[in-house]
């Protein structure tokens, strides 16, 4: 099954006088087909969760060059915020070049994302 990819927004530096607007707030995740992204290093995930109960996403990690992996998962609670980040690629950039994102299957209605990127 084909992945999502998620929607980044990039941040603008620090001499960038505008800032950025996150018009869209938060995404919908898309519970069905997991997500991914081409990772470049320094991306900041915020995750919520609008349902009652609580939801889990993990981040997939792979080998690095000392064969360590370590996914990163988090259980979020109604209206709480979770952040990963600033993402390095080291453990976390599959040989496709891709940060892959799990959530619980079609239990996971109601988490949403912002992903930032430098």
Do not use: C, W
Request: cysteine-free; glycine content about 12%.
């Amino acid at each position: 099954m084909a992945r999502t990819v998620f929607t980044i927004t990039t941040m603008t530096g620090s001499y960038d006088t505008d800032g950025v607007t996150l018009t869209s707030g938060f995404i919908d995740f898309d519970h069905g087909n997991d997500m991914e992204l081409t990772l470049v290093g320094g991306e900041i995930f915020l995750f919520t969760n609008t349902n009652a109960t609580s939801r889990a996403v993990t981040l997939i990690s792979v080998n690095d060059p000392f064969s360590r992996t370590g996914n990163l998962t988090k259980t979020i609670a109604q209206n709480d915020i979770v952040i990963f980040g600033p993402m390095r690629t080291t453990g976390f950039k599959d040989s496709s070049g891709l940060l892959t994102v799990d959530g619980p299957g079609a239990a996971n209605d109601g988490v949403e994302y912002i992903v930032l990127r430098p």
